[in-house]
């Protein structure tokens, strides 16, 4: 298969906060429903320093693994899920999604939501997964039999699995925390996928 | 410390160019960005290190998030309709077609847009260019794809401006684009640049596209039949997006959402 060529990627920039987030973009459930849990990191740079101007985005399938094709993600209803999710990071580098645990894609499976970073400095986007943990949605067995995961040695399959951290609030108080480092110790494994060109 | 000049910066463009241009014979034509590239200083400490570990979509990768009516007001396309009065600047049309790797349109999908003002100036309370804001002008638009892919914006002509990466660094004018596939490997966000602009070459950003023709694919064409008359130029600009991984079939649909979809 022959593909046409890409339009090239460009950086997004420092200059796009009055266009790309909106109200309500990284909620994607309200945080008061019962089965909400936040998935929340911070965004470093190859110096260890938090990213105060970059942008995350997460995708992810609903509660049953099935995917979302349902619009609604810039003007919620409080009601409908539509698997699709955006926050700039603050200040302090730091992004926080309200959100439900997905089920897995397939029998067996170990569950992810898909999430991708933009920044000034990054002329194109990354992609990566963030993989529910063991005691907040994934399981052992699932994990150890990710073809993904089992490919990477212990130190950076780490970087793709979620902790479970306890400033998720609410009753049980338990969270995702998911870091995204760019560059150097502990860099997150950013992926790339079949057809698309070299660099991701 | 002095600051680097222009021509640090050009000589540094100029020696890559020349290394791709001499690549060994066969070598494949690059057909994107660069993922590290110096003269773009913010890079350096931003690039991931390691190349990026190749994997095969799964799952929630291989669709894309939807969006329809609910999301997106036709009046957002405009942009010169934000204020109270026409903005300042040359008002133009941008349309184009949004194509994935086999050619096939991408339908009903979001095209967000952002840019400067006609004196190069952002909204932004970062941009402390001393360039006059417009208050009938945000910068800011959305629209969906129609059926055939196509996207359109009436906007004004946004200004170069300067910026921080070197001495009398200066970015050619530009429109942002964010843009979605129908597989989520397909994300792509990128700039649409203006035919002739004589600051491109210059453009620590640009150039890190090495290939001439990838890089051309960055740029509008003036279209005089776009053009209309008393009103606003017309500028065509088509994006391609990556391949898809999936082959659309209507119970490859049902079977992925279910009945409920």
């Known amino acids: 298969m022959s593909d046409l060529p890409p339009t090239p990627g460009q950086t997004v920039g420092p200059f796009f906060h009055d266009a790309l987030p909106w109200t309500g973009d990284a909620a994607l459930v309200p945080p008061g429903r019962a089965d909400a849990v936040r998935l929340h990191g911070v965004v470093r740079d190859g110096a260890g320093d938090p990213v105060p101007d970059a942008l995350v985005e997460l995708w992810q399938a609903g509660q049953d693994g099935r995917v979302v094709q349902r619009p609604g993600s810039l003007h919620r209803d409080g009601h409908t899920f539509t698997g699709f999710g955006r926050c700039a990071t603050d200040r302090a580098g730091s992004y926080s999604f309200t959100t439900v645990l997905p089920g897995a894609h397939a029998e067996g499976a170990a569950p992810f939501v898909s999430l991708t970073v933009f920044a000034r400095g990054l002329l194109h986007r990354l992609l990566t997964r963030a993989y529910l943990p063991v005691g907040l949605g994934g399981t052992a067995e699932a994990l150890a039999a990710d073809p993904l995961l089992a490919g990477l040695d212990p130190g950076r399959r780490a970087t793709l699995v979620c902790e479970v951290d306890d400033d998720g609030g609410g009753a049980g108080g338990q969270a995702l925390r998911r870091d995204l480092v760019l560059q150097g110790p502990g860099e997150t494994v950013w992926l790339t996928y079949p057809r698309l060109p070299h660099g991701g | ?261």
């Open chain 2, 1 to 261: 410390m002095t600051e680097t000049t222009q021509a640090e910066i050009s000589a540094e463009i100029e020696a890559e160019a020349q290394a791709y241009a001499a690549r060994p014979a066969g070598a494949p034509a690059e057909t994107t960005t660069r993922r590290g590239w110096g003269a773009y200083r913010s890079s350096v400490l931003r690039v991931p290190s390691n190349d990026p570990h190749p994997v095969d979509p799964e799952g929630v990768e291989l669709w894309a998030p939807c969006f329809g009516q609910r999301d997106v007001d036709p009046l957002e396309a405009d942009l010169t309709i934000q204020g109270r009065g026409e903005p300042l600047g040359e008002r133009i049309v941008v349309t184009g077609r949004v194509l994935d790797g086999d050619g096939r349109p991408v339908r009903g999908q979001l095209v967000e847009v952002w840019q400067a003002n006609a004196s190069g100036r952002y909204v932004h309370q970062r941009d402390q260019h001393p360039a006059p804001l417009d208050p009938h002008f945000t910068g800011t638009g959305r629209c969906l794809t129609d059926d055939d892919g196509t996207y359109r914006f009436t906007t004004v002509k946004p200004g170069p401006y300067p910026w921080r990466n070197h001495r009398n660094a200066w970015r050619p004018a530009h429109v942002h684009f964010s843009l979605f596939g129908t597989d989520f490997t397909q994300r792509l966000v990128t700039q649409m640049y203006f035919p002739g602009d004589p600051l491109m070459g210059l453009d620590p950003i640009a150039t890190a596209v090495v290939d001439p023709a990838a890089r051309a694919r960055m740029v509008a064409t003036y279209d005089h039949d776009l053009t209309e008359p008393e009103w606003a130029t017309g500028y065509r600009w088509d994006v391609v997006l990556t391949g898809s991984h999936r082959t659309p079939r209507e119970d490859d649909l049902a079977a992925a959402l279910g009945e409920e979809a």
